[in-house]
């Protein structure tokens, strides 16, 4: 029997047995008494900005105003454009700001889900200069338990949470915002 054999005979022997995962209640996770203060507060701690609106038409308004100003504005909130899809990075690396609906927001660490779908293009998201996601408040979780409870991914393919802008540290500690993807994230809180 070779050193190898041995060593992997001597594992095997010695292998402990199987034990069930614990089983997970969600009364035993952290809940927050206030989420929406929760989210704000981890959020904008990572960089990002939260804000409170009456109503989404405020949405609808800021988008117009940045629009006639010249700037590339793509809004996958109130405009379903397939079009959208078939861009490339090379056409998507010039928007100024991209609006997005999430799906849910997790207060534990100020992340979003967003689906596919609701980007219009996977790259929207990270290619975009600023990000502004609108949210509706009914729809914060309290932690990541309670977000993939309600996720559906296996139904709808690719998804992903957003937890504040693109950043980045090198070894001397600068911490460079947007470094590879967007320079900011807004959250509209409906």
């Known amino acids: 029997m070779s ?9 095997t022997a010695n292998k402990p047995a199987l034990v069930d995962l614990p089983q997970l209640s969600d009364e035993h996770l ?13 959020l904008e701690g990572i960089g990002g ?14 988008i117009a105003i940045h629009k006639q100003s010249g700037e590339f504005v793509v809004d996958t909130v109130f405009n379903t454009d397939d079009a959208l899809k078939a861009q490339t990075s090379f056409d998507l690396e010039r928007v100024d700001r991209a609006y997005l609906q999430a799906t849910l927001g997790v207060a ?18 990270f290619i975009c200069q600023h990000l502004f996601i609108v949210l509706d408040k009914a729809t914060l979780v309290d932690n990541m338990y309670q977000a993939y409870q309600k996720l559906q991914v296996q139904e709808t393919g ?4 957003i937890a504040g802008p693109s950043k980045t540290a090198d070894i001397e500690q600068s911490l ?3 470094a590879h993807g967007a320079r900011s994230l807004t959250v509209y809180l409906v």
């Not at 050193?3 to 594992?11: D, G, H, M, P, V």
């Not at 992340?111 to 219009?120: F, I, K, R, T």
């Not at 690719?158 to 949470?161: A, E, H, L, N, T």
Request: aromatic share 10%; charged share 25%; glycine share 6%.
């Open 108 to 125: 534990e660490n100020g992340s979003v889900w967003l689906y596919e779908a609701q980007m219009g293009n996977r790259l929207l998201p």
């Open 30 to 42: 952290t809940h927050y008494d206030d989420k929406i203060a929760q989210f704000k507060l981890i």
């Open 158 to 161: 690719f998804g992903v949470f």
């Open 49 to 62: 900005k939260v804000v409170a609106l009456e109503n989404i038409e405020q949405v609808k308004e800021e």
């Open 176 to 178: 460079v915002i947007g």
């Open 3 to 11: 050193s190898r054999e041995k060593i992997l005979a001597t594992c």
